[in-house]
């Protein structure tokens, strides 16, 4: 190889590897803000602030889905298999949510340890089955050990 | 004289030549692939257990974002060889590279956000794969807006290979950012290592669209890239003869 080739393509590794560097500080630096939401032992933990508009995203915990009869408040809580956090929300859930299906819940954490949400998305998992498999696997609930999320 | 056949193929003229004959074989695969494997997964695959109809989306939203990533390493890669190497053609790959990723990626970003709505329940969200395959869009579109940008084209060549080469870090982080951070997204449904999460009756006709995908760009890339040479060659006698052969005889 030419020296001045030679010379050009270290200057262009050179380059990558500076600019992959300096994006890798900043997502390192940043790699809490890099999450979309708090999984519930963060909650537990206690590093969620309160009063804040925040994100949490877990497993919808089979059978703790309670529906009003008059009004559209529904209250359920998320695992990710270590901790619980109970939500309240008031408005129309997505067609996907379902219990033992993992959701993304936004809202604000209030003292009672609950969260008040203003939006429930459901989050889908990566598997893609057809009906019949999905039935005779018997597999409805998929994220219940907090894998999943 | 080991590097001979690779200043051969920095000859615009024998890329010319070479490719004009690859273009139908290329555009014949595409075709019949793309036909086979739409047919087949909006037809033929069964529903989703979960999601219905609406996961059928994923028959182009893969493929698109498949090549939207790979695209962009073969723009970065062009600007490199034309950097090292001071091949024009290189750089001319790198333009051509650059309008097709950024038409896959805006597709890629187009087709999540329909199927976010009736499965996540919104069609917009700033997590971590949402938002860097955004950022992955303005790159592309920053190559193209610099391309455009000088009056000297070499100038411009220099310009957009350095911005392509440094954009090249946010290939792995779109590709992990499912794994490394809590996102909305859901992970990675075709794994190299480990067997995909996909039932072989949805996942044949996805592997046909994906190769089907790999031809379109091949062929896209190269037509594109022709046109680009023959723009920029259109002087010389070999480009004038070229034109000349692929303009009808009524309209010369």
Redesign the interface.
């Known amino acids: 190889m030419h020296p001045v080739r030679k010379q050009r393509l270290i200057l262009v590794i050179v380059l990558v590897a500076l600019s992959s560097a300096a994006a890798g500080f900043v997502t390192y630096a940043m790699r809490n803000n890099m999450n979309y939401f708090y999984a519930p032992s963060a909650f537990a933990a206690g590093d969620v602030p309160f009063g804040q508009r925040i994100r949490a995203g877990g497993c919808v915990v089979p059978d703790s889905v309670v529906r009003a009869d008059d009004t559209l408040d529904v209250r359920f809580a998320i695992t990710d298999g270590e901790a619980d956090v109970k939500v309240v929300f008031d408005r129309i859930l997505p067609d996907l949510f379902a219990e033992g299906e993992a959701a993304v819940v936004t809202g604000t954490l209030q003292r009672d340890g609950t969260l008040h949400a203003d939006q429930v998305l459901a989050k889908h998992d990566e598997n893609y089955t057809p009906p019949e498999v999905a039935e005779s696997m018997g597999a409805n609930a998929n994220c219940g050990d907090g894998a999943g999320i | 004289m080991a590097?001979q056949w690779f200043h051969r193929l920095g000859s615009p003229r024998w890329f010319y030549w070479k490719t004009g004959a690859w273009l139908p074989w290329l555009a014949i695969a595409s075709g019949l692939l793309l036909s086979a494997g739409s047919l087949w997964g909006l037809g033929f695959a069964?529903?989703?257990?979960?999601?219905g109809d609406s996961?059928r989306i994923?028959y182009i939203h893969v493929p698109a974002a498949f090549l939207a990533l790979a695209g962009y390493y073969i723009m970065a890669i062009s600007g490199?060889i034309g950097?090292?190497?001071k091949m024009k053609l290189s750089y001319l790959v790198m333009r051509a590279a650059a309008l097709i990723g950024a038409v896959l990626t805006f597709i890629s970003l187009f087709t999540g956000a329909v199927w976010g709505k009736?499965?996540?329940?919104?069609y917009w969200?700033?997590?971590?794969r949402i938002t860097s395959m955004l950022i992955l869009l303005f790159l592309y579109i920053g190559v193209i807006a610099l391309s455009r940008a000088f009056a000297r084209e070499q100038v411009a060549d220099k310009a957009c290979a350095?911005l392509a080469?440094?954009g090249?870090?946010?290939i792995p982080?779109i590709y992990k950012s499912v794994d490394?951070?809590?996102?909305?997204h859901?992970?990675?449904?075709i794994k190299l290592t480990e067997s995909s999460?996909?039932?072989p009756?949805?996942f044949y006709p996805l592997l046909t669209m994906i190769i089907g995908f790999y031809c379109f760009y091949a062929w896209a890339l190269l037509l594109h890239t022709r046109n680009l040479v023959l723009q920029r060659e259109w002087r010389t006698n070999w480009a004038q003869q070229a034109l000349a052969d692929r303009t009808p005889a009524a309209d010369r």
């Not at chain 2, 069964?46 to 999601?51: L, R, T, Y």
């Open positions: 590097w069964p529903q989703d257990a979960k999601q996961y994923i490199a950097l090292i190497w009736p499965t996540w329940g919104t969200v700033w997590d971590a350095i080469l440094v090249t870090v946010n982080i490394w951070w809590f996102t909305l859901q992970p990675a449904t999460s996909i039932d009756s949805m």
